[in-house]
């Protein structure tokens, strides 16, 4: 019961301790590798004539403009029955292959989409109930409806994870957007900063000046939007979560310190004779408690044994779902060493 309960305490530590490595480790890593957007902002429609204005403006290092227009999808329900509509937001540029900002990562099928084609974020795959191949019935926000050929699945950390938000997303060319009746105009703007890009107070002043670039070409801004620089939009969640999960590691922890404490007591309660006979025939004090002591060390290395595997199965599994929720990938599940070191020192502590 000793070893168990040791051993729940330490693979809780383990569990905390390799899910925020991975996470903090890997969710920065593929969010960067995008080059995400510095700020965006969302207007009238304007052209490459106002995007190039934009990126030579002073302290500008990178200028694109993109469309989405939020349209309605036809799913097929798993078990069959009657069609569901659904939200899906359609991004539309001029060259995928060629963006600088937010960009994606194919990962199946044909990469650019084509004309009449369309592209389907990985996350939101599960949420058409779709194949590659299969056509989508899109309606627009003026009721024409159009069929779109899924030819290709992409990765787009940039965005909020399909899963997350429970919302579709897809990515057309400038030609299916002209063939679904919209304008060749974008709606957004996505900006990089040249100078100190994780200053979000230097960010937010170049913002302004843009908008007040865009807004002087006779545009409205509807919005603006500098998210926190260089963190990923899930980030904010990682450390209130690990520390949610430390206290109950840390818990468990102390709640198998207490059992052990019990039970050596009454052990020692119930071997005051055989401890008195050792001291009579000569045994010192640290001798009788490096044998109480050695014992509980060998119940803390039994636990050891069973928290490091026991605990890093449980991290793979927490990882995945982690990683399928919010959308990024998992490079390794190699820890340092300090990973290790705790929940050793954690086991032995107990």
């Known amino acids: ?39 965006r902002l969302y207007a009238e429609p304007f052209d490459d004539a106002l995007v190039a204005a934009v990126r030579a403006m002073p302290g500008i290092g990178a200028a694109e403009g993109r469309r989405t227009v939020t349209a309605r999808v036809a799913v097929q329900p798993a078990a069959g029955g009657s069609i569901q509509w659904r939200d899906i937001d359609l991004f539309a540029a001029p060259d995928f292959a060629a963006l600088a900002i937010n960009r994606l990562t194919p990962e ?78 974008y709606t957004e703007l996505q900006i990089v900063v040249a100078e100190n890009p ?9 913002a302004a000046q843009v908008r007040e670039r865009v807004e002087k070409s006779g545009r409205t801004v509807f919005w603006v939007q500098v998210p926190q620089p260089g963190k990923h939009p899930f980030e904010r969640f990682v450390a209130p979560m690990a520390l949610l999960l430390s206290a109950l590691g840390l818990l468990a922890l102390l709640l198998s310190g207490l059992l052990v404490v019990n039970t050596i007591s009454a052990l ?39 928290a490091l595997p026991a605990g890093m199965t449980a991290a793979r599994a927490i990882t995945g779902v982690l990683a399928g929720l919010i959308n990024f990938d998992i490079t390794t599940f190699a820890m340092p060493l300090w990973v290790w070191g705790l929940q050793a020192g954690a086991a032995l502590l107990a």
């Open 198 to 206: 994780l200053d979000q107070a230097h960010v937010t002043a170049l």
């Open 108 to 185: 199946q099928g044909a990469w650019p989409p084509g004309e009449r084609d369309i592209l389907i974020e990985r996350a939101a795959m599960g949420l058409i109930g779709a194949r590659i191949g299969d056509k989508l019935l899109i309606r627009l926000p003026n009721d024409v409806e159009r069929e779109l050929t899924i030819t290709g699945v992409v990765h787009d950390i940039t965005q909020s994870s399909a899963r997350f938000v429970n919302r579709i997303y897809g990515y057309i060319s400038f030609d299916s957007l002209e063939w679904l009746g919209m304008p060749e105009t």
């Open 268 to 306: 020692l309660a119930q071997q005051v004779r055989q401890i008195g006979v050792m001291k009579a025939i000569g045994a010192r004090t640290r001798q009788i408690a490096g044998l109480y002591l050695g014992m509980v060390l060998v119940l803390g290395l039994l636990a050891l044994g069973i």
């Open 1 to 39: 019961l000793m070893v168990l309960s040791i051993a729940v305490g330490v693979m809780a530590l383990g569990v905390v301790s390799i899910t925020y490595v991975i996470v903090t480790r890997d969710l920065p890593a593929s969010y960067r590798a995008a080059h995400p957007a510095s700020a």
